[in-house]
């Protein structure tokens, strides 16, 4: 059992924002979302689909297991996940994302999300001087414009791809509707065969059919846990584990510690992330969001 009590508090929180994108890029982009915070800050991010992120003001850093690459000063593309990383802001700051759904990376990234899987690029790579344009008007804007600012680039983008497949956006329902539990049911529920699923799964989501099931049974027990720490841990997980035992090593191997050292620390940023998200868009986590 977790106790709240037990969770340190601080008296100087972030400010964190969430916001829908306009109707039509609701398939695409899961969230805008932003974060400023007046002191430093680190917290722990949690195995999630494709974003964009921007360092409007302050040094921010984000580490993940395995990886050396640098974070960017301005806009950089953070691949789909399946472990935690460390972000860190060395003092006051402001930064600004956008989710992507696999979809949205299908259309608006257009190449293989098993290439960026836990990985981080320069934005201008991917948009050349328009990213710097954007990263540039999105310094000089409010809360409200970063939205705005978004809306309009991104739905010209969208406007100019090709159609993504529409296979894609069947895959990701049946991950996030949570009843599946074996890629054999995986594949039949989308009358796929395994090899077809996987490589699909490869290419627009970046992980196996297994690892991707996996990864949507912990964030489903993520979520289910949210702040209901005075609850035994085994009244709260997904059916898919086998006991406590079984939670507790996956928890390891995605968020780097145990659930009692992770709900122990401070979450600042994380904690209120889960709240204001699952107030604006129905899921506290980016990977369990349904596309609208």
């Given at each position: ?8 508090t601080r ?6 924002h969430?916001?829908?994108p306009?109707?039509?890029l609701?398939?695409?982009i899961t ?24 360092t409007?003001?302050?040094e ?9 690459d ?7 593309l953070f ?20 989710g ?10 257009q ?7 836990n990985r981080?690029h320069?934005l ?5 001087p ?8 999105l310094?000089a804007?409010?809360?409200e414009g970063?939205?705005?600012l978004?809306?309009?680039?991104f739905?010209?983008?969208a406007?100019a791809?090709p159609?993504?497949e529409?296979?894609?956006?069947r895959?990701q329902q ?5 009843n599946?539990?074996t ?8 009358a796929?065969?395994?090899r ?5 799964c ?5 992980f196996?059919?297994k ?12 979520a289910?846990?949210g702040?209901?720490?005075?609850q035994?841990?085994?009244t709260?997980?997904?059916?898919g584990?086998?006991?406590q035992s079984?939670?507790?090593r996956?928890f ?12 122990n620390s401070p979450?600042?940023?994380?904690r209120r ?19 609208g």
């Open positions: 059992m977790f106790s709240a009590n037990d969770v340190q008296n100087v929180l972030p400010d964190v969430f916001a829908l306009a109707p039509q609701r398939p695409l969230t805008y979302y932003g974060v400023s915070t007046p002191v430093a800050l680190e917290d722990h991010l949690h195995p999630e689909w494709g974003n964009i992120r921007f409007i003001t302050g921010w850093t984000v580490e993940r297991p395995g990886s050396t640098p974070t960017g000063t301005r806009g950089a691949g789909p996940t399946d472990r935690t990383a460390n972000v860190r802001s060395a003092g006051p700051g402001r930064t600004v994302g956008v992507l759904t696999a979809m949205g990376w299908a259309t608006l990234v190449q293989s999300a098993h290439e960026h899987a981080i320069d201008a790579d991917i948009y050349g328009s990213a710097e344009r954007l990263w540039a008007d310094c804007s409010d809360w970063c939205c705005a978004f809306d309009r680039f739905g010209k983008l406007v791809a159609p993504p529409p296979l894609i956006e895959v049946a991950l996030v509707s949570g599946i539990d890629v054999q049911d995986f594949a039949d529920e989308l796929l065969t395994e077809t699923l996987a490589r699909l490869q290419r627009a989501f970046g196996s059919p690892q991707l099931l996996r990864r949507q049974r912990f964030l489903r027990t993520l289910q846990i702040d209901r720490l005075d035994p841990l085994a709260l997980l997904d059916g584990y086998y006991d079984h939670f507790i996956e390891r191997a995605y968020m780097g510690m145990t659930p009692l050292a992770y709900f979450r600042q940023m994380m992330a889960g709240a204001e998200r699952l107030r604006t868009a129905g899921a506290r986590v980016q990977g369990l969001h349904q596309q």
